[in-house]
């Protein structure tokens, strides 16, 4: 059978799959265009979260309450031998923190009690307290982990140590450094669990300024921007506590 030529110009130019895909790029960029311009005209969240769209911090809420129904407080942050703990332990961050505050030989930590009673404590008390060592893989949300060991009291321990139990039914714990510029908001769960510590000192020497003298939190189940540095006030409260990464966008959250 003898071919019929078809003429150069008669060829379609795109084939029919072609078409179909270009339309659709058509379509889709136009659609995902279009929700974006619906997200951007969202309302802000609000409150203490605030900063960024509604829908989005909707879904920050979803993650978090799947977090919380699987999240198992027993369950532990690998740990690691003291071999393997960095020497050089980055710093990252010092929002809030004062060289003055850490020198001071007056220094206390002030715990609001839910009665609306304050206490203030003492380094030297907390360092009485049973102690505590962990030492884990420290991650931060910017992208690097590091094996870093710390040491300090449990904050379980330290909360019975206080008769604090009360307040320990609380749903949430607060803290902020003394200027109150860094603040954290943790779930009563997390801040219970048997790693999360209020630490005085890094590779078994007294914490510097850096990384949060006098006293800070290190709380392997979360990022590392739960971890307040140089902590002034402790409180509680059924609502979440101000947090200040959360409100610029970051999540409440932060489980690992
Ligand atoms: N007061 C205070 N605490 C802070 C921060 C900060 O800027 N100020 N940065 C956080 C972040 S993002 C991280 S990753 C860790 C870093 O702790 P490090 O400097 O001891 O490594 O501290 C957290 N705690
Ligand atoms: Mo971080």
Same mark, same amino acid.
């Given at each position: 059978?003898?071919?019929?030529?078809?003429?150069?110009?008669?060829?379609?130019?795109?084939?029919?799959?072609?078409?179909?895909?270009?339309?659709?790029?058509?379509?889709?960029?136009?659609?995902?265009?279009?929700?974006?311009?619906?997200?951007?005209?969202?309302?802000?969240?609000?409150?203490?979260?605030?900063?960024?769209?509604?829908?989005?911090?909707?879904?920050?809420?979803?993650?978090?309450?799947?977090?919380?129904?699987?999240?198992?407080?027993?369950?532990?942050?690998?740990?690691?031998?003291?071999?393997?703990?960095?020497?050089?332990?980055?710093?990252?961050?010092?929002?809030?923190?004062?060289?003055?505050?850490?020198?001071?030989?007056?220094?206390?930590?002030?715990?609001?009690?839910?009665?609306?009673?304050?206490?203030?404590?003492?380094?030297?008390?907390?360092?009485?307290?049973?102690?505590?060592?962990?030492?884990?893989?420290?991650?931060?949300?910017?992208?690097?982990?590091?094996?870093?060991?710390?040491?300090?009291?449990?904050?379980?321990?330290? $909360?019975?140590?206080?008769?604090?139990?009360?307040?320990?039914?609380? *749903?949430? /714990? +607060?803290?902020?450094?003394? =200027?109150? %510029?860094?603040?954290?908001?943790?779930?009563?769960?997390?801040?219970?669990?048997?790693?999360?510590?209020?630490?005085?000192?890094?590779?078994?020497?007294?914490?510097?300024?850096?990384?949060?003298?006098?006293?800070? $939190?290190?709380?392997?189940?979360?990022?590392?921007?739960?971890?307040? *540095?140089? /902590? +002034?006030?402790?409180?509680? =409260?059924? %609502?979440?506590?101000?947090?200040?990464?959360?409100?610029?966008?970051?999540?409440?959250?932060?489980?690992?």
């Amino acid at each position: 059978m003898k071919k019929t030529e078809i003429p150069e110009s008669d060829l379609p130019k795109y084939s029919r799959r072609t078409w179909i895909a270009m339309i659709q790029l058509v379509l889709y960029s136009g659609l995902g265009y279009a929700g974006w311009r619906w997200l951007r005209k969202q309302p802000p969240d609000g409150g203490i979260l605030g900063g960024i769209p509604e829908p989005l911090r909707k879904g920050l809420e979803a993650n978090e309450n799947l977090f919380t129904r699987y999240y198992d407080q027993h369950r532990l942050v690998k740990e690691y031998p003291q071999s393997k703990a960095a020497r050089d332990v980055r710093v990252n961050g010092n929002i809030g923190q004062d060289a003055s505050f850490a020198t001071e030989p007056s220094w206390s930590l002030t715990v609001q009690k839910t009665n609306s009673e304050i206490l203030d404590i003492k380094l030297a008390e907390i360092q009485r307290l049973p102690k505590t060592e962990v030492i884990f893989n420290f991650k931060c949300i910017e992208g690097w982990s590091q094996i870093s060991w710390w040491g300090g009291v449990r904050l379980s321990d330290f $909360l019975k140590a206080f008769s604090l139990e009360k307040e320990s039914t609380f *749903k949430y /714990i +607060g803290m902020s450094t003394p =200027d109150t %510029e860094y603040t954290v908001g943790i779930d009563m769960l997390s801040a219970l669990h048997p790693q999360t510590i209020l630490a005085y000192e890094m590779n078994r020497q007294p914490l510097v300024l850096e990384h949060g003298a006098p006293l800070r $939190l290190i709380i392997p189940v979360k990022y590392g921007y739960k971890s307040l *540095k140089q /902590i +002034g006030t402790i409180y509680f =409260d059924n %609502e979440k506590p101000a947090d200040y990464w959360a409100v610029r966008g970051y999540d409440y959250y932060a489980g690992l």
